[in-house]
């Protein structure tokens, strides 16, 4: 995984940067998970983003959380209410990977 951290500029006032934490790819789509965090001296706490792609230009993000798994939790639950069942839940699949993966590291 590559350690590119572009810095955004928020209104003159701090610099922020992100960096992708994970992603999980199919066919059709990827779910990125993005760890952000303010580039300050003050220490400031990390907020993960969780965001989906598909064959469009461009990423949506649809959650955020302390966590990779709140915030992949929080996006599934934006989505299942802007889709509800119709439309399989990329983070459902995402959140499954997660958990598979933390359980073969611990």
């Given at each position: ?7 955004i ?17 199919a066919?059709?789509c990827?779910?990125s998970i993005?760890?952000v965090w303010?580039?300050?001296p ?7 983003v969780?965001?989906?792609?598909d064959?469009l ?5 649809y959650?955020?959380?302390r966590?990779?798994l709140?915030?992949?939790e929080?996006a ?10 119709i439309v399989?839940?990329?983070f459902q699949?995402a959140i499954?990977r997660f958990?598979?993966?933390?359980m073969?590291?611990?």
């Amino acid at each position: 995984m590559s350690k590119s951290q572009p810095k955004i500029p928020v209104k003159g006032l701090m610099v922020i940067k992100a960096q992708v934490f994970e992603r999980v790819t199919a066919p059709e789509c990827a779910v990125s998970i993005y760890e952000v965090w303010v580039d300050s001296p003050i220490p400031q706490q990390t907020l993960f983003v969780a965001a989906y792609s598909d064959d469009l230009p461009g990423e949506v993000a649809y959650g955020s959380g302390r966590t990779p798994l709140e915030a992949l939790e929080a996006a599934s639950e934006v989505w299942h209410h802007n889709t509800g069942t119709i439309v399989p839940n990329p983070f459902q699949e995402a959140i499954k990977r997660f958990q598979e993966e933390v359980m073969e590291v611990a």
